[in-house]
């Protein structure tokens, strides 16, 4: 059960969480550019479908057609983690800024934590900037609490990361 209010449900209605696919990665990939995530590249959630982990690399994806102005565009957000023995890392999670502040954060998060304790996961654990208070503040409220920190682990521009860790 979700510790958190659902999406909004107008919007509810023509988004679902579904697994990512070799198809979504140019959208994937955009996302990721414009939202100023540490850049992972097509080749590597290429190669990170491509591991078995797929059931862990999440998008929420448009029902509808998309609007005659954006027809390629049918991705909201997604979210890759990787199952690591009983280790879930969660290594990105975006959302598209037109749809932020709806909920949707917390839909990728609850799922793939969901889904990653069903798979084998005690805890999940993750690094982000310092300066990102927006995604902490998602983080906390999934009870992830800061365990850590790496001096300069983020270049362009060089920050801390914290490290954020969540008994699931
Ligand atoms: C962080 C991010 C994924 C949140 O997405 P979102 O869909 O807007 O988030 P939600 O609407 O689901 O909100 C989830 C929680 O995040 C926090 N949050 C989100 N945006 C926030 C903001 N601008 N300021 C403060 N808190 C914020 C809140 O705690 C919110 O919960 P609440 O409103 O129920 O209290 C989005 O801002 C994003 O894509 N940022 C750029 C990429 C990024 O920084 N990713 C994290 C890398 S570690």
Same mark, same amino acid.
């Given at each position: 059960?979700?510790k958190?209010?659902?999406?909004?449900?107008?919007?509810?209605? #023509?988004?679902?969480?579904?697994?990512?696919?070799e198809?979504?990665?140019?959208?994937?990939?955009e #996302?990721?550019e414009m939202?100023?995530?540490?850049r992972?590249?097509?080749?590597a &959630?290429?190669?990170?479908l491509?591991s078995?982990?797929?059931? @862990?690399? @999440?998008?929420l994806?448009?029902?509808q057609?998309?609007?005659?102005?954006?027809?390629?565009?049918r991705?909201a957000? /997604?979210?890759?983690?990787? @199952?690591?023995?009983?280790?879930?890392?969660?290594?990105? #999670?975006a959302?598209?800024?037109? /749809?932020?502040?709806?909920? /949707?954060?917390?839909v990728?998060?609850?799922?793939?934590?969901?889904?990653?304790?069903?798979?084998?996961a005690r805890?999940?654990?993750?690094?982000?900037?310092?300066?990102n208070?927006?995604?902490?503040?998602?983080?906390?409220?999934?009870?992830?609490?800061?365990?850590?920190?790496r001096?300069? &682990? &983020?270049?362009?521009?060089?920050?801390?990361?914290?490290?954020?860790?969540?008994?699931?």
């Amino acid at each position: 059960m979700s510790k958190v209010e659902p999406a909004r449900e107008s919007l509810k209605n #023509i988004l679902r969480v579904e697994r990512m696919t070799e198809h979504d990665l140019l959208e994937v990939v955009e #996302i990721e550019e414009m939202c100023g995530l540490s850049r992972w590249g097509w080749e590597a &959630y290429h190669a990170e479908l491509q591991s078995g982990h797929a059931g @862990l690399m @999440l998008v929420l994806r448009r029902q509808q057609p998309a609007p005659a102005t954006a027809p390629d565009k049918r991705l909201a957000g /997604f979210v890759a983690s990787r @199952l690591m023995a009983d280790e879930l890392h969660i290594n990105n #999670i975006a959302v598209r800024p037109a /749809f932020r502040r709806q909920g /949707f954060a917390h839909v990728l998060l609850d799922r793939v934590l969901q889904e990653g304790a069903v798979a084998g996961a005690r805890e999940a654990l993750l690094e982000v900037r310092a300066s990102n208070k927006a995604a902490q503040a998602l983080y906390q409220r999934h009870d992830f609490r800061v365990a850590g920190r790496r001096r300069n &682990y &983020y270049a362009q521009p060089a920050e801390d990361a914290l490290v954020m860790r969540a008994t699931l």
